[in-house]
C-alpha cells in the first residue's frame, strides 16, 4: 500500500525557517520524482519544487526560489521541503507527491501558517 505521509508543518512567524518532511512506503522510492506542492485557500494548487529519484536535479517556482531547498534521502525514503525566510503568502497546506509515469501519489497535506 503506497503511502506518503508528511510532517514538521505548523505555525512561524515571517523570516522564520521551517522543514517539511515526507516519509514514502509502497513503491520504489528512489525511481520517483518527489515534488512539493502547496494550496492555500480560495488558490489552485501550485507547484513548488521537484527533485529527481537520483537527488542530482532540483528545479523551483519562482515564488520559492533562493528560499526554499528540497532535498532527498533515499535510503531512508524521505524527501524534506527546508523552508527559509518564510513571508505571510507561503501560508498553504503543503502536499508531497511522488510521480513516475503513470504513478501519482500524494500525501494528506500539511498546514503551513506564517503568522505575526
Known amino acids: 500500500q503506497v503511502q506518503l505521509v508528511e510532517s514538521g508543518g505548523g505555525s512561524v512567524q515571517p523570516g522564520g525557517s521551517l522543514r517539511l518532511s515526507c516519509a514514502a512506503s509502497g513503491f520504489t522510492f528512489s525511481s520517483h520524482v518527489m515534488n512539493w506542492y502547496r494550496q492555500a485557500p480560495g488558490k489552485e494548487r501550485q507547484w513548488v519544487a521537484r527533485?529527481?529519484?537520483?537527488?542530482?536535479?532540483?528545479n523551483y517556482g519562482d515564488s520559492v526560489k533562493g528560499r526554499f531547498t528540497i532535498s532527498r534521502d533515499n535510503a531512508k525514503n524521505t524527501v524534506y521541503l527546508q523552508m527559509n525566510s518564510l513571508k505571510p503568502e507561503d501560508s498553504a497546506v503543503y502536499y508531497c507527491?511522488?510521480?513516475?509515469?503513470?504513478?501519482?501519489?500524494w500525501g494528506q497535506g500539511i498546514q503551513v501558517t506564517v503568522s505575526s
Open positions: 507527491n511522488a510521480a513516475r509515469q503513470w504513478d501519482d501519489y
Open positions: 527533485i529527481a529519484g537520483t537527488g542530482g536535479s532540483t
